[in-house]
């Protein structure tokens, strides 16, 4: 979004003045196009073009999206119907695609009818047009009937499907154009493609999209199952939770365990799963509350899983009562998840439980954290979990924070917000940026902190942490 600036009376005509240097109209129209205009810079150059057009102010329409529309309504009814094909594929698209749509409906365009249009589409490197303007592309499409937007859409999804040389590539744009087509079988195989291939790019917010179509295609079709629906559920919060979307996170943790209550180790992951996200948004009883639960649900179990979901429990609750500045707890949680992960071969819980360890006994300042922060950095490690290794980073920084080490704190902390960023993880790369504030902060380097505490502090705030928000704010004070 690019805010542009208002401009004043003088600014405005001056503008005009210079947009109409080639054929200047009377002073009374410069003064009603700046009138018009009031203060849009984008709005005022729309009116003096479509003046030119049309000959007189007072055929010009009193609003942008008028202006444009009119400019549109002005083509000739064949090159407006190319420009509405053209619409539906977006403010860019390729080419052959929309020559394949145009073909699918035996509509041969000429080159005249592309100069023609030459006023609103533009190249976009060798392969593809965009719309000069994102409002022109608005408007054209937002004109399309509701039964004519549906099989156009429809046709640029099949075309799309003809000419594509890797429909994994283009799998977001076909669930897109599928979705608005009401295809539900082609939406559902598509966006979960497109999903899944986002996520593992650590798209988060695009995968989450992806997953939310997949959802409401898959409650049309028959064909898809409970599990695959838990399935899909699953991915969705997952990328909400990674993308700081936590409300919408635990709405689709909700949703899924809906669908497994009568299995109690599949209800307990999710159980745990929305544990974690109350943790993220500074809901610290409630996190503890959620793990308490799958501890007493599984207590009595000894089998493997049951075993291994005790001791992630145990390893959550300990360290939220780290937060909650409980460390003798803490100390007493973790070595019971300790414990069991070992018992069970649970190596997550284990690195957690080690993790939350070292913290606590860094906090009480009872020995060397250093031995338990190596093994859970390992563990993390061999597992693959990038994104506890960024903790594992930021971990290391307190240490070195409490040791006086503020240059190995801050390449610690560094080092742990880019990892977030890499997985996507907004929310923990804006807490870290808070941790690197208040060094730089004592470091009495304020001209650094500022900036980057209020970014923080607004990024967290608006992803649902209001403890992480006030902690950047204190910084700030």
């Known amino acids: 979004v690019i805010e542009l600036p208002v401009l004043d009376e003088q600014a405005s005509?001056?503008?005009?003045?210079?947009?109409?240097?080639?054929?200047?109209?009377?002073?009374?129209?410069?003064?009603?196009?700046?009138?018009?205009?009031?203060?849009?810079?984008?709005?005022?150059?729309?009116?003096?073009?479509?003046?030119?057009e049309l000959g007189t102010l007072d055929a010009v329409p009193s609003s942008l999206q008028g202006a444009m529309a009119a400019q549109v309504d002005a083509l000739d009814p064949f090159a407006r119907r190319v420009l509405s094909y053209a619409s539906?594929?977006?403010?860019?698209?390729?080419?052959?695609?929309?020559?394949?749509?145009?073909?699918?409906d035996r509509i041969d365009v000429d080159p005249a009818t592309f100069n023609r249009l030459q006023a609103f589409l533009e190249a976009d490197g060798p392969t593809r047009w965009r719309f000069r303007n994102g409002l022109v592309r608005d408007v054209t499409y937002d004109g399309l009937g509701f039964r004519l937007r549906i099989r156009l859409h429809l046709n640029a999804g099949e075309a799309i499907e003809r000419i594509s040389m890797d429909r994994e590539a283009d799998a977001d744009t076909l669930a897109l154009h599928f979705f608005q087509a009401g295809d539900h079988p082609r939406t559902f195989r598509y966006a979960v493609r497109a999903g899944e291939r986002a996520a593992r790019a650590q798209a988060n917010a695009d995968a989450a999209v992806q997953f939310e179509r997949a959802l409401e295609a898959a409650g049309r079709l028959h064909d898809v199952d409970g599990s695959e629906r838990y399935r899909l559920l699953l991915a969705l919060g997952?990328?909400?939770?990674?993308?700081?979307l936590l409300d919408p996170a635990l709405d689709a943790y909700r949703s899924a365990a809906g669908l497994v209550r009568d299995?109690?180790?599949?209800?307990?992951d999710v159980r745990l799963r929305r544990a974690r996200v109350h943790e993220l948004a500074g809901s610290f009883p409630v996190a503890l509350?959620?793990?308490?639960?799958?501890r007493t649900t599984l207590d009595a179990r000894r089998d493997e899983r049951s075993g291994a979901q005790r001791a992630q429990a145990a390893a959550f609750a300990s360290s939220v009562r780290v937060h909650q500045e409980r460390p003798r707890e803490a100390l007493r949680l973790a070595a019971v998840a300790i414990d069991e992960a070992e018992r069970y071969h649970e190596r997550s819980a284990l690195a957690r439980a080690y993790s939350t360890q070292a913290w606590a006994t860094i906090v009480t300042g009872r020995g060397?954290?250093?031995?338990?922060?190596?093994?859970?950095?390992?563990?993390?490690?061999?597992?693959?979990?990038?994104?506890?290794?960024?903790?594992m980073e930021n971990n290391l920084g307190v240490q070195a924070y409490f040791a006086g080490d503020w240059d190995e704190t801050l390449r610690r902390y560094r080092s742990a917000s880019d990892a977030c960023r890499t997985v996507?993880?907004?929310a923990n790369a804006a807490l870290t940026d808070v941790n690197i504030g208040e060094v730089l902060v004592n470091q009495g380097r304020v001209d650094e902190a500022t900036p980057l505490l209020r970014e923080a502090a607004r990024t967290v705030r608006s992803l649902g942490s209001p403890v992480t928000a006030a902690f950047a704010e204190m910084h700030l004070g």
């Open 13 to 52: 005509r001056d503008l005009a003045v210079r947009a109409t240097a080639a054929a200047p109209p009377p002073p009374h129209e410069i003064d009603q196009l700046v009138e018009r205009a009031g203060g849009n810079p984008l709005f005022l150059l729309e009116l003096v073009r479509a003046t030119r």
């Open 88 to 104: 539906v594929f977006g403010r860019s698209f390729r080419r052959d695609a929309l020559r394949e749509a145009l073909r699918a």
């Open 238 to 244: 997952q990328t909400r939770e990674r993308a700081g």
């Open 263 to 268: 299995d109690a180790n599949e209800l307990c």
């Open 289 to 294: 509350r959620e793990a308490t639960r799958v």
């Open 368 to 391: 060397d954290p250093s031995a338990d922060l190596r093994r859970a950095l390992a563990l993390y490690r061999e597992i693959g979990d990038l994104q506890s290794q960024a903790h």
């Open 424 to 426: 996507g993880d907004l």
